[in-house]
């Protein structure tokens, strides 16, 4: 792991701030993508079905963390989720998502074949987010548009934390 702290970097925060920090930040966050972007919160599964195509293997070399459990008399395999890229199609028909609105969740995932170091790790906790498009909004402006709003909320974020 090559973690590398910056010569003479001190925290403003204690470990207690920080984490006090990091929820106000995700729940401001979230809070203000949904509604900018019109997304409904949803749960994330931890760990999905092996060999169902669902547990995006990323790059392709990843190797998921699995693990057996029985199931009507027999051994089944589960997967950690890597990605939900797949997942989140799956579940914007499953819950019947009209055009012009999407789902978000805060992904806890583990990847073992990460590389560590100062912006990655083994455990992930990331939001991720899928909205239902027309075919008619498929295009660049619609998508700097949706940039737009992204960049606001991360703006608005910002203000946020300058305050403090």
Known sequence: MELQVPKGYKSSLDLLETQKAIKIIKDFFQY?????????????????????????????????VGFEFLEDGSMSRLEIVQSLAKWKRIALKNYEIPVGEGIYT?????????VCDNTHSLYVDQWDWEKVISKEDRNVREGLEEDRKMRESLELLRDLLNGF
């Open 106 to 114: 805060d992904m806890n995932a583990i990847r073992p074949s990460e």
């Open 32 to 64: 203000r993508l949904s509604e900018t972007l019109n997304l409904t919160r949803v749960s994330a599964p931890l760990f999905v079905r092996a060999n169902t195509g669902i547990n995006d293997n990323l790059n392709g070399i990843e190797k998921p």
